[in-house]
């Protein structure tokens, strides 16, 4: 039988989704993260998404990296704002212990909220910084996430 009740036949396959809520449906688990990885967080302040940080934090199973930390990371988790200076600089300050393979999840607040950043100025930073952009996913409410991979670790 199905889940939706009917009888599976010898030989089909049923895709059934996820219920709201688990894991595999969480915002944290569009970002693609996964178990075991180092991820490091830059750009926290108080308007970040903390239901969205604990979800990151669940899968990967060890708290997040602050800015300060130096080890190789497999995924930077990066909060923008409009105001918060210069993309491009993030960018790069993003890739300073990023794995030659890792991705940069740039975070920006949703378009019509305060300090939302325009997808193109997101465009322009992201080449410049040596980055490009492969995906955007919408993991909260509240934020945009824009999936940003190197030339050398493009995937």
């Known amino acids: 039988m199905t889940a939706g009740g009917g009888t599976a036949h010898e030989g089909e396959t049923h895709t059934v989704s996820e219920t709201a809520g688990a894991p ?4 944290a688990a569009r970002l693609a993260l996964k178990a075991g990885q180092a991820v490091q967080e830059r750009g926290y302040d108080d308007d970040v998404d903390h239901d969205l940080r604990d979800s990151v934090e669940e899968i990967i199973g ?4 602050d800015e300060d930390d130096v080890d190789v990371v497999d995924a930077v988790i990066l909060w923008w704002r409009e105001d918060d200076g210069d ?8 890739l300073v212990s990023l794995a030659d393979d890792g991705v940069v999840w740039l975070l ?15 465009e322009e930073a ?3 910084a040596g980055l490009f952009a492969t ?14 991979v190197s030339g ?3 995937r």
Do not use: F, I, N, Q
Not at 62 to 65: G, I, K
Not at 135 to 148: E, F, H, M, Q
């Open 62 to 65: 060890s708290e997040l990296l």
């Open 135 to 148: 995906s955007t996913v919408k993991p909260s409410p509240d934020w945009t996430a824009t999936r940003l």
């Open 87 to 94: 993309l491009v600089d993030a960018l790069v300050d993003s």
């Open 126 to 128: 992201a080449p410049t």
């Open 24 to 27: 595999a449906t969480s915002g």
């Open 108 to 122: 920006t607040p949703k378009a019509g909220s305060v300090g939302h950043v325009r997808p193109s100025d997101v």
């Open 152 to 154: 050398r670790g493009r």
